[in-house]
Nanobody
Framework: QVQLVESGGGLVQAGGSLRLSCAVS????????MGWYRQAPGKQREFVAR???????NYVDSVKGRFTISRDNGKNTVYLQMNSLKPEDTAVYYCNIQLPYGMDSWGKGTLVTVSS
């Protein structure tokens, strides 16, 4: 079945940058939207960023101007460039893809820790 593998998380100082990647493999013929969610300790999972199949994007207000989502359709990979990181960005970041026929899929998550 479909596999999503996130990478790029780690420990970074406030003001620093990280780039997350999510590589999709398996029996994929097409992917519609791709996106990122995050969950901080003790908090609910929240939407972070989304990109459509043709490159339209949207973001949660708290990351606008700092994060950029992009995708490489040839590699079935979605990225999240995170700049000017803040301690409140600390969370497990999850990749999500939307598939045809009303299906979607999630990765296992990658931890981002921002120190102050």
């Amino acid at each position: 079945q479909v596999q999503l593998v996130e990478s790029g998380g780690g420990l970074v100082q406030a003001g620093g940058s990280l780039r997350l990647s999510c590589a999709v493999s398996g029996g994929i013929f097409s992917i519609n939207a791709m996106g990122w969610y995050r969950q901080a300790p003790g908090k609910q999972r929240e939407f972070v960023a989304r990109i459509s199949s043709v490159g339209f994007t949207n973001y949660v207000d708290s990351v606008k101007g700092r994060f950029t989502i992009s995708r490489d359709n040839g590699k079935n990979t979605v990225y999240l460039q995170m700049n000017s990181l803040k301690p409140e960005d600390t969370a497990v970041y999850y990749c999500n893809i939307q598939l045809p026929y009303g299906m979607d899929s999630w990765g296992k998550g990658t931890l981002v820790t921002v120190s102050s």
